[in-house]
Nanobody, 123 residues
Framework: VQLQASGGGLVQAGGSLRLSCAASGFTSDDYALGWFRQAPGKEREGVSCIKSSDETASYADSVKGRFTIPRDNSRNLVYLQMNNLEPEDTAVYYC?????????????????WGPGTLVTVSS
């Protein structure tokens, strides 16, 4: 399984960005795909997750109401739509996946990670 996140950049507070996670090599239609982020000097944390089988999505409290996780099955893409961005959202964002997993914020439950993409939100 290979993942590639893209779409990061510099945006002003209150602005929007859409990150994309391109996935390939899946051997199962049942998987969880999560977005995580790591801010400077902080631990990596879960941001959002979608379960492929029923498209159940979950969000960290800090992003609820601002972020969504739409999916384009035909193109094997999962997005992280980020609206009303705040300086505290500045981080490197990663997508990760694990077959058959239910959505989880625990990093160790995901074996497959893509390289991150940097999001910088200026005040």
């Amino acid at each position: 399984v290979q993942l590639q996140a893209s779409g990061g950049g510099l945006v002003q507070a209150g602005g929007s960005l859409r990150l994309s996670c391109a996935a390939s090599g899946f051997t199962s239609d049942d998987y969880a795909l999560g977005w995580f982020r790591q801010a400077p000097g902080k631990e990596r944390e879960g941001v959002s997750c979608i379960k492929s089988s029923d498209e159940t999505a979950s969000y960290a409290d800090s992003v609820k109401g601002r972020f969504t996780i739409p999916r384009d099955n035909s193109r094997n893409l999962v997005y992280l739509q980020m609206n009303n961005l705040e300086p505290e959202d500045t981080a490197v964002y990663y997508c990760a996946t694990e077959p058959t997993l239910r959505c989880s914020k625990r990093l160790q439950e995901y074996r497959f990670w893509g390289p991150g993409t940097l999001v910088t939100v200026s005040s």
